[in-house]
T-cell receptor, first 115, second 116 residues
Framework: EAEVAQSPRYKITEKSQAVAFWCDPI?????LYWYRQILGQGPELLVQ????????DSQLPKDRFSAERLKGVDSTLKIQPAELGDSAMYLC?????????????FGQGTRLTVV | AQSVTQPDIHITVSEGASLELRCNYS??????LFWYVQSPGQGLQLLLK??????LVQGIKGFEAEFKRSQSSFNLRKPSVHWSDAAEYFC??????????????FGTGTQLKVEL
């Protein structure tokens, strides 16, 4: 069964260091989302891609976060420098297209701990 | 802006008992509504979704949800809970016909504990 792949599953980094997460969506899925889930809360959208273009990054803290999807397939989310408050689960999701009859499939996430 | 409220942070039920998890939403247009389940350390799995039509929606694992526009609610139900249903449940609303159907706003979640 096709699934959204994320790596690493767990990451521990020191404050002020750079960290990157990778996501490989389900083949053929044009829309890709990055969500951040702080412990005890629901996921919050950080950025949405349609193919290689950013559709919505209004909630992305652009002073330290960046995201790219250069060839419209896999995607990387980077944090530089990491802060203690960035400790969270980072979830990637993909869907065939951004429309009403399509379902978003989520990966297992990357659990980030900043120390 | 759209929002979702899940008023129950924790719920404990006995195995075999019925379950209802509450969800209230705020959205100006026709909402797309979803229920997801998350096991510890895992991603989210879609249980069911409502886009239009029949207001009673059937999902996987024996779950169902009813959309009530007058109450702005989309409560999740299951007639008989199994121990394996213990997890965290998230209600979410997606932007409507203006686009972004899968750009979701989530509630804070309800943690379900099942007593044997």
């Amino acid at each position: 069964e096709a699934e959204v792949a994320q790596s690493p599953r767990y990451k521990i980094t020191e404050k002020s260091q750079a960290v990157a997460f990778w996501c490989d969506p389900i083949s053929g899925h044009a829309t890709l989302y990055w969500y951040r889930q702080i412990l005890g809360q629901g996921p919050e959208l950080l950025v949405q891609f349609q193919d290689e273009s950013v559709v919505d990054d209004s909630q992305l803290p652009k002073d330290r976060f960046s995201a790219e999807r250069l060839k419209g397939v896999d995607s990387t989310l980077k944090i530089q420098p990491a802060e203690l408050g960035d400790s969270a689960m980072y979830l990637c999701a993909s869907s065939l297209e951004d429309g009403r009859d399509t379902e978003a499939f989520f990966g297992q996430g990357t659990r980030l701990t900043v120390v | 802006a759209q929002s979702v409220t899940q008023p129950d942070i924790h719920i404990t039920v006995s195995e075999g008992a019925s379950l209802e998890l509450r969800c209230n939403y705020s959205y100006g247009a026709t909402p797309y509504l979803f229920w997801y389940v998350q096991s510890p350390g895992q991603g989210l799995q879609l249980l069911l979704k409502y886009f239009s039509g029949d207001t009673l929606v059937q999902g996987i694992k024996g779950f169902e949800a009813e959309f009530k526009r007058s109450q702005s609610s989309f409560n999740l139900r299951k007639p008989s809970v199994h121990w394996s249903d213990a997890a965290e449940y998230f209600c979410a609303v997606g932007a409507g016909l203006t686009g972004g159907g899968n750009k979701l706003t989530f509630g804070t979640g309800t943690q379900l504990k099942v007593e044997l």
